[in-house]
Nanobody, 124 residues
Framework: QVQLVESGGGLVQAGGSLRLSCGAS????????MAWFRQAPGKEREFVAA???????YYQDSVKGRFTISRDNANNTVYLQMNSLKPEDTGVYYC??????????????????WGRGTQVTVSS
């Protein structure tokens, strides 16, 4: 059973930065595709970014050039560096792990494990 624990959320002014971390436990978690999703109040959960075990990276268009996903396989940790934050980036950010899959990494249904989330609030 893989467990995911997010940290690093908080309150920041527009234009500021935050770095989210997701620690994963499990013997083979370094081979998983890891992703970040977010959910704003009253909205559906949406894909933010993903990184495969080999380093392939995917972003939602609205965060390209502002967010950077990375992973440290030795420490089973995934990061999301968020710069130039906007109020519309506000939401609960979830870390997710996919063991295997042939579907789109942008779909939440492809993921097997989820963290409990960390709140990110961007004030205007």
């Amino acid at each position: 059973q893989v467990q995911l624990v997010e940290s690093g959320g908080g309150l920041v002014q527009a234009g500021g930065s935050l770095r989210l971390s997701c620690g994963a436990s499990g013997p083979t978690s370094s081979t998983y595709t890891m992703a970040w999703f977010r959910q704003a109040p009253g909205k559906e959960r949406e894909f933010v970014a993903a990184i495969s075990w080999s380093g392939l990276i995917y972003y939602q268009d609205s965060v390209k050039g502002r967010f950077t996903i990375s992973r440290d396989n030795a420490n089973n940790t995934v990061y999301l560096q968020m710069n130039s934050l906007k109020p519309e980036d506000t939401g609960v950010y979830y870390c997710a792990a996919r063991i295997l899959g042939i579907g789109s990494v942008r779909s939440g249904t492809e993921y097997d494990y989820w963290g409990r989330g960390t709140q990110v609030t961007v004030s205007s």
